[in-house]
T-cell receptor, first 114, second 112 residues
Framework: NAGVTQTPKFQVLKTGQSMTLQCAQD?????MSWYRQDPGMGLRLIHY???????DQGEVPNGYNVSRSTTEDFPLRLLSAAPSQTSVYFC?????????????FGNGTRLTVT | DAKTTQPPSMDCAEGRAANLPCNHS???????VYWYRQIHSQGPQYIIH???NNETNEMASLIITEDRKSSTLILPHATLRDTAVYYC?????????????FGTGTRLQVTL
């Protein structure tokens, strides 16, 4: 059981480049989300989705796009990377009815924008 | 989802119980309390959750006050491997308002 898989693990971009961070889960979770983590800032929610075709903004959505065409995948797109987007990105998923469903996190993508 | 407040850091001697507090004074009746921890730069790991009763599993115990406005995570015999950042969050049962925010957590340092 793979759980939540994030790729790549590491990425270096130049300012202005675009890229997609991939997130896939094999647990049939309806809920998926993206967080970024900066030193001393904890985890901040970027975007989340409660099902295929449904996405919504979190605390820090600017500069990021998401889509949810399937239950399994929730890619995060940076259209024009900026140094301020240097961070560690985590994807998480869970069942939507959450009384007994903790979030499952991936191992993160460490992104550096120069 | 309600906000939570945690102390930024705590120390604990190895072998002793670590008691990590969390304030969630605006919690509503349909929100669970969840605890996670993050070791180094790994993805956060689920520890335990509860609604209003105290809960215990192989990792920890969760004590929720009767008014549900605060809770305490207890690691009964802390080890060096428990050094981590611990996050307390609240989450609605139905998940319809799933804008989960984690805050900055409590950095627990376990020492010899």
């Amino acid at each position: 059981n793979a759980g939540v898989t994030q790729t790549p693990k590491f990425q270096v971009l130049k300012t202005g480049q675009s890229m997609t961070l991939q997130c896939a889960q094999d647990m049939n979770h309806e809920y998926m989300s993206w967080y970024r983590q900066d030193p001393g800032m904890g985890l901040r929610l970027i975007h989340y989705s409660v099902g295929a075709g449904i996405t919504d903004q979190g605390e820090v959505p600017n500069g990021y796009n998401v889509s949810r065409s399937t239950t399994e995948d929730f890619p995060l797109r940076l259209l024009s990377a900026a140094p301020s987007q240097t961070s560690v990105y985590f994807c998480a998923s869970s069942y939507l009815v959450t009384y007994n469903s903790p979030l499952h996190f991936g191992n993160g993508t460490r992104l550096t924008v120069t | 989802d309600a906000k939570t407040t945690q102390p930024p850091s705590m120390d604990c001697a190895e072998g002793r119980a670590a008691n990590l507090p969390c304030n969630h004074s605006t919690i509503s009746g349909n929100e669970y309390v969840y605890w996670y921890r993050q070791i180094h730069s790994q993805g956060p790991q689920y520890i335990i959750h509860g609604l209003k009763n105290n809960e215990t599993n192989e990792m920890a115990s969760l004590i929720i006050t009767e008014d549900r406005k605060s809770s305490t995570l207890i690691l009964p015999h802390a080890t060096l491997r428990d050094t981590a950042v611990y996050y307390c969050i609240v989450r609605e049962i139905t998940g319809t308002a799933s804008k989960l925010t984690f805050g900055t957590g409590t950095r627990l340092q376990v020492t010899l």
